[in-house]
C-alpha cells in the first residue's frame, strides 16, 4: 500500500487520504486524465474503508498519552530483533571461526602425519643406507681378510719350501757325515781286529803272569794281617792297663754324647721360650732380642710409648663401653699390683670388635697382646700337646706379662663328650685345661667364640668375666660411619713418614651429613667389620673413578652392594 501521512506535522483527517498518483482522481475530466498504467490497474475496486479505519485508529493513537511508549516499545521490538539478526551473526561468525580452526588443526595433523611419515622414510633410508655400509665394511673386511690369509699362505709355502730344501740339505750333510763316519770307523776296526789278531799269543801270556802276581800279593798280605791281628789281640788282653783305659775312654765318651744331646735340648727349649714365638702365635707385640735389634726404632718407640684410651677409635654402645672401660682399669692395675688375672670370654656374631678391643686392652694395660686361633690346633694331630705347653712356657717367659687371645676358641675347646672328637683333640684339650687350671699372674687368658654353647663344662668353669658384643644399634652405626669416613676419605692415615696421604674430594652440593645418617638407617644388621668395609670401597671407588671424586652417585651405589651382599651372607647363614 502506497497511503502514508506526515508524522512530524499532524495526523489526517477522517475521510482525507492522499491516493496514489495516477489514480481515477486526479482530474474530473475522463479525457484530461493521463492513461491508467498497468501498476494502476491493480488497484481498481479498492475497498478504502479498511485504510480509513486504519487512519482513525492512528489518530486515536496519536491523542493518546501511550503514544510515545507505544513507538518507544516498537523501537525496542526492532532493536532487539536487530540484536537477535547480530546474535545469530556472531554466532554463525564463532561457527565459522570454529570451523575455520578445526580445518586448521586437520591441516596441522596432515601436516604432522607427513612429517611423521618423510622422518619414518628418512630414518628408514638411513638405516638402509648403514645397513649397506655396514656390508659394504664387512665385505671390504672379508676381501682384507681373505687377502690376508692368501698371503700367509703363500708366505707358509715359501717358508715350508725353504724348510724342506734346508732339511734337504742337512739330511744330504747328515748323511755323507755318517758314510764318512761309517768308513773310518771299519778301518778302524779292521785294523784293530787284525793288530789283535796278530798280538794274541802275546796277550794270553800277560793275563797269564799278572793273575799269578796277584794271587800270590793276595796270600801274603791276608797271612801278614792276621799274624799282626793275633798279636795285637794277645797284647791287648794281656796288658791290663789298656783294657781299663779302653774302657773309660768309651765310658768317657757315651757321657760327652748323652750329655751334649740333653744340654742342647735344654738350651733349645730355654731360647724358645725366651727368645722364639711358639708356631701357634699368629701375631704378637712381643719382640724378640733378634726382633729388638733388627728394628731398634720400634723397640724404643715401644719403651716410651704410654698408654692411652683403650677404646679409642672403637665404637660400643655407652653402657657397654662403661663395663669395657671397668675392665681394662682393673688389669691395669692388677698388672701393677702384681694380683692375678681374670680369664674372660668375649662372644658375639663376627666383626663385632672382640679382636680388635682384646689388642687395645693388652696395648692400654701395659701387656704384650698374642693371638691365636683354634683352627690352628685340630690340624696338629699328636703334636698339639707339645704346641700348648710351648704357648704357655712362652707367656709364662715374659716380664710384661702376655694377653693371650684365643679367636674362633669353639673349634678345639668342644665337649669331650661328643663322639666326633679325636683322641689327640681330646688329649690337647687336657693340656689346655691343665695349664689354665690356675690363675696366673704371667698371663691373661681371652677368648673368642661365635658359639660358646659348644665349649666343654670345664671350659666355662675356667672363665671369670663373659661380656657379649652384640651388632651395632643406629647410634653406634652413624658413629661408626663418621668414624670410618673421616678416616678412609676425609683424612687417610699415613702408610709410611715420608709418604703424605691426601684426602679425597667431594662432590659439591651434597649434603653429606644428612647422606650419612640416612645411610646409617639402612644398613640394619650391619657389624662393625661390614661398616669399616662399606668405607673403604667408597674410597676404592673415588680412587678408580676418571675424576677421583667421591660423589653421590659412588656413595649410593656401594651401599647397594654392601646391602645386597649382607643379605646373601645371611641367607646363607640360614641355609638357604
Not at 561468525?93 to 595433523?109: C, D, G
Not at 802275546?202 to 794281617?225: G, N
Not at 792297663?241 to 757321657?255: H, M, P, Q, R
Not at 651429613?513 to 676404592?540: C, D, P, T, V
Amino acid at each position: 500500500m502506497s497511503w502514508f501521512w506526515n508524522r512530524g506535522t499532524s495526523s489526517p483527517q477522517d475521510g482525507e487520504f492522499f491516493p496514489p498518483a495516477g489514480s481515477g482522481s486526479a482530474g474530473k475530466d475522463g479525457d484530461d486524465a493521463p492513461p491508467i498504467s498497468e501498476e494502476s490497474k491493480k488497484w481498481v475496486g479498492f475497498d478504502p474503508t479498511g485504510l480509513e479505519r486504519a487512519a482513525k485508529a492512528v489518530r486515536e493513537l496519536d491523542s493518546s498519552p501511550n503514544a510515545k511508549h507505544a513507538l518507544d516499545l516498537a523501537k525496542l521490538q526492532e532493536q532487539t530483533v536487530q540484536y537477535k539478526h547480530q546474535e545469530e551473526i556472531r554466532k554463525q561468525e564463532a561457527a565459522i571461526r570454529q570451523w575455520e580452526s578445526e580445518r586448521s588443526r586437520v591441516e596441522q595433523e596432515e601436516k604432522r602425519k607427513t612429517l611423521g611419515a618423510e622422518t619414518q622414510q628418512h630414518q628408514e633410508r638411513a638405516k638402509y643406507q648403514d645397513q649397506l655400509a655396514r656390508r659394504r665394511y664387512d665385505d671390504q673386511l672379508l676381501q682384507q681378510r681373505q687377502m690376508q690369509e692368501e698371503n700367509l699362505r703363500k708366505q707358509e709355502e715359501s717358508v715350508q719350501k725353504q724348510e724342506g730344501m734346508r732339511r734337504g740339505t742337512i739330511e744330504y750333510e747328515a748323511e755323507l757325515r755318517h758314510k764318512n763316519e761309517m768308513s773310518r770307523v771299519q778301518a778302524e776296526i779292521q785294523g784293530k781286529t787284525k793288530m789283535e789278531r796278530e798280538n794274541q799269543d802275546l796277550a794270553l801270556e800277560q793275563i797269564r803272569l799278572k793273575s799269578s802276581e796277584q794271587r800270590t800279593t793276595v796270600l801274603q798280605s791276608i797271612k801278614a794281617a792276621g799274624t799282626l791281628l793275633g798279636e795285637g789281640v794277645s797284647n791287648f788282653v794281656t796288658d791290663w792297663d789298656k783294657v781299663s783305659a779302653t774302657a773309660a775312654g768309651l765310658t768317657l765318651i757315651a757321657f760327652g754324647v748323652y750329655t751334649a744331646k740333653m744340654g742342647t735340648g735344654v738350651v733349645a727349649r730355654f731360647i724358645e721360650a725366651r727368645l722364639g714365638k711358639p708356631s701357634l702365635i699368629r701375631e704378637t707385640s712381643r719382640l724378640s732380642l733378634f726382633q729388638s735389634i733388627r728394628h731398634p726404632v720400634k723397640a724404643t718407640k715401644k719403651l716410651f710409648k704410654r698408654p692411652s684410651d683403650p677404646l679409642a677409635g672403637i665404637v660400643f654402645e655407652s653402657s657397654h663401653e662403661e663395663r669395657l672401660r671397668s675392665l681394662c682399669k682393673a688389669t691395669i692395675n692388677t698388672r701393677q699390683n702384681g694380683g692375678l688375672y681374670q680369664n674372660v670370654l668375649m662372644y658375639g656374631p663376627p666383626g663385632t670388635g672382640k679382636t680388635m678391643f682384646a689388642k687395645s686392652l693388652a696395648v692400654h694395660s701395659g701387656m704384650d697382646y698374642a693371638v691365636m686361633t683354634g683352627g690352628d690346633i685340630v690340624p696338629l694331630g699328636s703334636d698339639g700337646v707339645t704346641a700348648i705347653h710351648k704357648v704357655f712356657d712362652w707367656a709364662n717367659a715374659s716380664r710384661k706379662g702376655v694377653l693371650l687371645f684365643v679367636d674362633e676358641a669353639d673349634a678345639f675347646l668342644r665337649k669331650r663328650s661328643e663322639v666326633s672328637i679325636s683322641e689327640d683333640l681330646r688329649s690337647t684339650l687336657n693340656a689346655f685345661l691343665y695349664r689354665t687350671g690356675e690363675s696366673s699372674r704371667k698371663f691373661m687368658l681371652v677368648l673368642a667364640s661365635n658359639q660358646p654353647d659348644q665349649f666343654d663344662w670345664a671350659i666355662n668353669d675356667r672363665l671369670d668375666d663373659l661380656i657379649p658384643f652384640d651388632l651395632p644399634g643406629e647410634t653406634e652405626r652413624l658413629r661408626m660411619l663418621k668414624l670410618y669416613f673421616s678416616l678412609f676419605v676425609l683424612a687417610p692415615p699415613r702408610v709410611t713418614w715420608w709418604k703424605t696421604p691426601k684426602s679425597i674430594p667431594l662432590q659439591e652440593g651434597v649434603d653429606w651429613e644428612r647422606e650419612i645418617e640416612q645411610i646409617s638407617k639402612n644398613i640394619i644388621g650391619f657389624s662393625g667389620r661390614e661398616i669399616s668395609k662399606l668405607a673403604i670401597s667408597w674410597q676404592a671407588r673415588a680412587f678408580g673413578s676418571s675424576e677421583g671424586v667421591l660423589t653421590k652417585e659412588i656413595l649410593d651405589h656401594c651401599v647397594k652392594e654392601m646391602l645386597a651382599q649382607h643379605e646373601q651372607k645371611v641367607r646363607w647363614q640360614k641355609g638357604h
